[in-house]
T-cell receptor, first 114, second 110 residues
Framework: ETGVTQTPRHLVMGMTNKKSLKCEQHLGHNAMYWYKQSAKKPLELMFVYNFKEQTENNSVPSRFSPECPNSSHLFLHLHTLQPEDSALYLC?????????????FGPGTRLTVT | GEDVEQSLFLSVREGDSSVINCTYTDSSSTYLYWYKQEPGAGLQLLTYIFSNMDMKQDQRLTVLLNKKDKHLSLRIADTQTGDSAIYFCAPKGGSYIPTFGRGTSLIVHP
């Protein structure tokens, strides 16, 4: 138990659906991250928020829309996804953006796009 | 940007030592992390080493750092079946965001 929770744990959606992934951290951290993990590929950073402000967008397609209403919650809104978007989506948090801070990861949401 | 390379698979017998290797490209990496991912779970921080150290030992784990060759290794002594997982090397090179490789799948045979 890392203090970072993600819901749902599994999600199957069609290409025309709209769904949202939720991440919550109970660690009092100020920075939150979305990563995409695909088989046999390096972990891909998608978005970073620090004190609710987006600080990184790693050229992510607009069909992925993040939202950070406060420092404890992070959402990833999904619409008109493609089959290649099927992956494990991981949320992480850290105390802040200093180099000495490690990241704490949630268990991930396994997304399948049909 | 930083590139991180790891072997994709390592197979060992239970009770043996496992050595997982990692090479990276950014010589300014100051914090170098090892994460473990068990099936169906997220990444869990195992240990890390600071760049002014050559070795760090933590119970069954030993981290070795060769800054000249930009080579990092994780040794697990007396490997158990519960150590079966994917291990990620993640250096931070002058940034607050680590760079992850593809991970090494450690398979432990009884």
């Amino acid at each position: 138990e890392t203090g970072v929770t993600q819901t749902p744990r599994h999600l199957v959606m069609g290409m025309t659906n709209k769904k949202s992934l939720k991440c919550e951290q109970h660690l009092g951290h100020n920075a939150m991250y979305w990563y995409k993990q695909s088989a046999k590929k390096p972990l891909e950073l998608m978005f970073v928020y620090n004190f609710k402000e987006q600080t990184e967008n790693n050229s992510v397609p607009s069909r992925f829309s993040p939202e950070c209403p406060n420092s404890s919650h992070l959402f990833l809104h999904l619409h008109t996804l493609q089959p290649e978007d099927s992956a494990l989506y991981l949320c992480a948090s850290s105390p802040g953006r200093a180099e000495s801070y490690e990241q704490y990861f949630g268990p991930g949401t396994r997304l399948t796009v049909t | 940007g930083e590139d991180v390379e790891q072997s994709l698979f390592l197979s060992v017998r239970e009770g043996d030592s496992s050595v997982i290797n990692c090479t990276y490209t950014d010589s300014s990496s100051t914090y170098l992390y090892w994460y473990k991912q068990e099936p169906g779970a997220g990444l869990q921080l195992l240990t890390y080493i600071f760049s002014n150290m050559d070795m760090k030992q933590d119970q069954r784990l030993t981290v070795l750092l060769n800054k000249k060759d930009k080579h990092l290794s994780l040794r697990i002594a007396d490997t158990q079946t519960g150590d079966s997982a994917i291990y990620f090397c993640a250096p931070k090179g002058g940034s607050y965001i680590p760079t992850f490789g593809r991970g090494t799948s450690l398979i432990v045979h009884p």
